[in-house]
């Protein structure tokens, strides 16, 4: 069973535009859900976290909005650039014992 | 200095060979994962180990087995390859004592069985 369920697969913006990608998860449980960015050959990277006890955060182009009662977060990448073209993965995890990773998002921002 | 690190980067192999992969992290981190990523980049958890023990063994044959002689290294074994095997392996580590969990992957082993 998919414990975080990831939408959507792949994902065509244009240079300027918004990137949302939404995540929904289950478990009550999870107190921790980060996002990390793949590029081509690269092992995934944190780009960025947040815990339930808020409910957007921001790191410069980057946004995690996250609604506890809907149980769902997303990100947010304002301005997408070329070099924001990845694949992206949220995830989410009770107390750091396991992590629970959804299916990825392959965002291409078209110049 | 790299945080976690895994060897080879590329392994060609042919089909029924024996091959390793190994993964040692400087983070001090106390749990390490494998995980297999396949074709959809969909990223499959397969074993994980805290202090040395196994603690997560998700379904996967037999012919693969971790090996973690202390808790900053964990080795993948797998007998018997198969074509199917073909996949992109990554290492990870956790440390429930560092912020945000410190959750970090290796660069990869990129596997091909022919």
């Known amino acids: 069973q998919q414990q975080v369920k990831q939408s959507p697969q792949s994902l065509i913006v244009q240079k300027g535009g918004i990137s949302i990608i939404n995540c929904a998860y289950e478990?009550?449980?999870?107190?921790?859900f980060p996002w990390y960015q793949q590029f081509p050959g690269k092992g995934p990277a944190l780009l960025i976290a947040?815990?339930?006890?808020?409910s957007e955060k921001k790191e410069g182009r980057f946004t995690i909005s996250f609604n506890k009662s809907a149980k769902q977060f997303s990100l947010h990448i304002m301005d997408s650039q070329p070099g924001d073209s990845a694949t992206y993965f949220c995830a989410a995890s009770n107390t750091g014992n396991q992590f629970y990773f959804g299916t990825g998002t392959s965002l291409t921002v078209i110049p | 200095d790299t945080a976690v690190s895994q060897t080879p980067k590329y392994l060609v192999t042919q089909m029924g060979n024996d091959k390793s992969i190994k993964c040692e992290q400087n983070l001090g981190h106390d749990t390490m994962y494998w995980y297999k990523q396949d074709s959809k980049k969909f990223l499959k958890i397969m074993f994980s180990?805290?202090?040395?023990?196994?603690?997560i063994n998700e379904t996967v044959p037999n012919r693969f087995s971790p090996k973690s002689p202390d808790k900053a290294h964990l080795n993948l074994h797998i007998n018997s390859l198969e074509l199917g095997d073909s996949a992109v392996y990554f290492c990870?580590?956790?440390?429930?004592?560092?912020?945000?969990?410190?959750?970090?992957f290796g660069s990869g082993t990129r596997l091909t069985v022919v």
């Open positions: 990870a580590s956790s440390g429930r004592q560092s912020a945000n969990y410190g959750y970090t």
């Open positions: 478990n009550t449980a999870f107190d921790y």
């Open positions: 947040i815990r339930p006890d808020v």
């Open positions: 180990y805290n202090n040395k023990e196994l603690i």
